[in-house]
């Protein structure tokens, strides 16, 4: 009894001369209350039975959970298919399972159309690069499915436009624009300005790139081609500003410091040009344009003639 009054005149006191503990008695049910109503609430990924929480199943891959309407609607049993085949890559030497997978959704007959439509925009996707006739193909038959599929049709101009099927394309990406809302529409509107860009239709390409940029400040590929116009068109402080930013985002890629020396050599400044086609190579020792273009500069330099030292003329 003695413990408890003593204990009780000492929160008394406490509570009538101390604000910061007055404070503290109100702060700590509220806190515990809250982490008790999130440890509740909150979403535990996987089944608690067969994948504790915390702890990803023993030989699966470790893919990320995406909360995706993509991803919605699937029949269960193909669930493990659907978080392969929509997973991003690692290398080259991961592509062919994620095909696989893809595959196995195309030609489950489960699979109702809306999801057909992913299924083969996403393999796709995946073979752009690879086996662009296959992805061409895919893209075609997603949008039979679904011909006002905006991704679909900007991935398909993807493809026309390495096949100069520019006509092809820019109708695809004019169409998927106008489908898209504006704040999903960057890569569409970078393709369409690279597209105009190759057109020298330096004005409409500035117009994308930059709504490109405003929507996926992160896109290393649309500064480049701002670069590229801005250069074209003489704007040399922001085709440097532009060339460093694609860099800085892409920087084991030595394509920016190749557009940095062209316009160093420009203005003139043939040295700093040198050294940036010298950290391109560094980057990537086999690219054909920065070891070019850097004999050629090599070549002038040497070729210029020696300053001629000042003529005396006997004046003091």
């Avoid at 994948?51 to 023993?58: D, H, M, R, S, T």
């Avoid at 195309?106 to 296959?134: F, I």
């Avoid at 920016?256 to 020396?261: T, V």
């Amino acid at each position: 009894m003695l413990l408890t009054a003593r204990m009780a005149a000492l929160h008394s006191a406490l509570w009538d001369h101390d604000r910061w503990y007055r404070m503290a008695w109100y702060v700590w049910p509220a806190a515990l209350a809250l982490l008790i109503a999130g440890w509740i609430c909150v979403e535990k990924p996987g089944n608690a039975s067969s994948n504790p929480w915390g702890k990803p199943i023993a030989g699966t891959p470790n893919f990320p959970v995406r909360r995706s309407p993509i991803l919605a609607n699937w029949p269960e049993k193909l669930q493990n298919d659907v978080m392969t085949c929509f997973s991003n890559p690692v290398n080259m030497a991961t592509l062919q399972p994620l095909i696989d997978a893809c595959t196995h959704l195309v030609e489950n007959k489960e699979v109702a159309d809306p999801q057909l439509v992913n299924a083969y925009n996403q393999r796709g996707w995946l073979q752009r690069q690879s086996q662009p006739d296959h992805a061409l193909a895919d893209y075609d038959s997603a949008l039979r499915l679904q011909p006002n599929w905006p991704a679909a049709l900007t991935n398909r101009a993807y493809i026309y436009l390495t096949r100069n099927r520019n006509d092809d394309a820019m109708n695809g990406l004019n169409k998927a624009i106008d489908l898209f809302p504006p704040a999903q529409s960057a890569y569409a509107r970078y393709l369409r300005g690279y597209d105009y860009f190759r057109q020298k239709k330096y004005d409409l390409a500035m117009e994308d790139l930059n709504e490109s940029i405003k929507h996926a400040p992160n896109s290393a590929d649309a500064y480049l081609t701002r670069g590229e116009v801005e250069q074209a068109e003489q704007q040399w402080d922001a085709a440097l500003r532009d060339f460093d930013q694609f860099s800085r985002l892409a920087s084991r890629s030595g394509r920016g410091l190749i557009g940095k020396a062209l316009v160093l050599e420009s203005t003139g400044h043939i040295p700093e040009a040198l050294s940036a086609l010298d950290a391109a190579i560094a980057i990537e020792p086999s690219n054909q344009a920065a070891l070019t273009a850097r004999d050629r500069l090599r070549a002038k330099q040497t070729a210029a003639p020696a300053p001629q030292p000042k003529q005396d003329d006997g004046k003091d």
